[in-house]
């Protein structure tokens, strides 16, 4: 089975996001690591909540998780405790059906991506695959590995700008990057078990579209690696606070400028990689609810995941359990009752489609 062969079967996806993911920088509290997955007022995962996901049609689900609140010494061992709750969510979902990503989330303080930093970075990054390789390593293939979330200058004028190679800031920082996934790579293979043969998520810097479509950025030679990218696009739609200048509650499929950077993103990510047998996931996407704008967002869904059908992409939506505010109203499932409030919404989202590479 080849790369794209294995991606189409994985269909549509979904986040677990802000629950295992929730972090703060701060260091190992066992009296208070569990406070972190309800602290972004969501509730516990539990098979339920995954029952109901999977039978709305998703068949893939991402479960971002941080650890450096969870790390109980300086090996970065890994709290028992935490490590045995998430992986009884790993297994449920498996359990149930999906395909399950795991990664490497929101430990921006311990993963820096610059060449001083480097060996400080991989030695977090790599004692914890480490330990995830061997306790996964019996899986099938129904398990991916995500090097890291979304690795970038955090903090910093560059934290979201497209690479530019010519910048010795910049260009250091990709090519951090790409040292980093070839590290994990490197890291996995030599686990052995079912590792030898996983399929592993790569990013570029903070997994950007633009990022991973220059020419510079490579992802390690290896039969079964994936091109992981966040794409939420166009970002006056899409991300945009409420409020904000740029921000926009209306898309029109009709007109090439609402669509033009969904076109290009999946037009680009096609000729570097699909075109040449390469899988890509867009691991998070979604446009946010501005209060009356759902029949705009069920028409942009209907045309970002069509497109990146017709590209040969599968998509993993970011709900976030967060339906309003003034920024990222992601969530499509209230996960007190377990309903979807936007059926015009999941329709599209989960309709069977036959990836095509155009």
């Not at 998430?86 to 979902?93: E, I, L, Q």
């Not at 010795?168 to 686990?191: C, G, H, P, Y």
Request: net charge negative; aromatic share 12%; glycine share 6%.
């Amino acid at each position: 089975m080849t790369g794209l062969e294995f991606t189409a079967l994985m269909h549509a996806g979904w986040n677990l996001g802000n629950v295992f993911d929730s972090a703060d920088g701060k260091p190992f509290d066992a009296e208070h690591e569990f406070d972190y997955i309800t602290s972004r007022k969501n509730p516990a995962a539990s098979r339920e909540l995954f029952e109901a996901v999977y039978n709305a049609g998703f068949k893939t689900m991402r479960l971002p998780v941080s650890w450096h609140n969870h790390v109980i010494n300086e090996d970065f061992d890994i709290s028992p405790a935490w490590l045995e709750a998430y992986k009884k969510a790993v297994d449920t979902a498996l359990e149930i059906g999906f395909y399950v990503i795991i990664n490497i989330h929101h430990d921006d303080n311990m993963v820096i991506p610059t060449g001083e930093t480097l060996e400080s970075s991989w030695k977090f990054m790599g004692a914890i695959w480490k330990q995830l390789s061997e306790i996964f390593g019996d899986y099938d293939e129904k398990l991916l590995f995500e090097s890291l979330n979304e690795p970038r200058l955090k903090g910093t004028e560059y934290e979201w700008k497209v690479i530019d190679y010519s910048n010795d800031i910049q260009r250091d920082a990709i090519n951090t990057i790409m040292t980093l996934n070839e590290r994990f790579v490197k890291l996995i293979r030599a686990s052995g078990k079912n590792n030898a043969s996983r399929y592993l998520l790569c990013p570029s810097h903070a997994a950007n579209i633009d990022s991973t479509l220059i020419e510079e950025f490579k992802i390690p030679e290896d039969e079964h690696i994936i091109v992981s990218v966040h794409a939420y696009l166009p970002y006056p739609f899409a991300l945009a606070p409420i409020g904000s200048p740029e921000a926009t509650d209306k898309f029109d499929p009709e007109s090439a400028s609402d669509r033009g950077s969904i076109d290009n993103c999946m037009k680009g990510l096609y000729e570097k990689y699909i075109s040449k047998g390469i899988p890509v996931i867009i691991g998070e996407y979604g446009a946010s609810n501005r209060g009356d704008n759902t029949e705009a967002r069920a028409k942009w869904t209907e045309y970002y995941v069509g497109t990146a059908a017709k590209y040969g992409i599968i998509c993993v939506w970011w709900d976030n359990g967060s339906f309003d505010g003034d920024y990222e109203n992601f969530a499509i499932i209230r996960r007190d009752n377990l309903t979807f409030p936007y059926p015009s919404i999941l329709e599209p989202l989960v309709k069977e489609r036959n990836l095509q590479t155009v």
